[in-house]
């Protein structure tokens, strides 16, 4: 088993940013790919962005690209999404996801609770 706790989520005027944290612990090891979902009121769940173990590959989610960036840092078990020119599109509960396959076959094992991001115009 693995537990994620996001953090970091808030209130923030468009054209900001935040920055998301999501602490990964238990079997970390069974879960070499870590990324982030979101969902809006609303709407179906929207893939993100993931990172692969080693922090060298990354992958992201036409609506973000170029906008947000996914890290880690292994030795803390942390994975991070630093958000940036954010939109009111953009406001959605936000989750961080641990899986094993790449994507497009990206299918999450471990989701955490959710953190709420809400961009005000």
């Known amino acids: 088993q693995v537990q994620l706790q996001e953090s970091g989520g808030g209130l923030v005027q468009a054209g900001g940013s935040l920055r998301l944290s999501c602490a990964a612990s238990?079997?970390?090891?069974?879960?070499?790919?870590m990324g982030w979902f979101r969902q809006a009121p609303g709407k179906e769940r929207e893939f993100v962005a993931v990172i692969n173990w080693s922090g060298d590959s990354t992958y992201y989610g036409d609506s973000v690209k170029g906008r947000f960036t996914i890290s880690r840092e292994n030795a803390k078990n942390t994975v991070y999404l630093q958000m940036n020119m954010l939109k009111p599109v953009d406001t959605a509960v936000y989750y961080c996801t641990a899986g094993r396959r790449w994507p497009p076959g990206y299918n999450p094992d471990y989701w955490g609770q959710g953190t709420q991001v809400t961009v005000s115009s």
């Open positions: 238990g079997r970390t090891s069974s879960s070499n790919v």
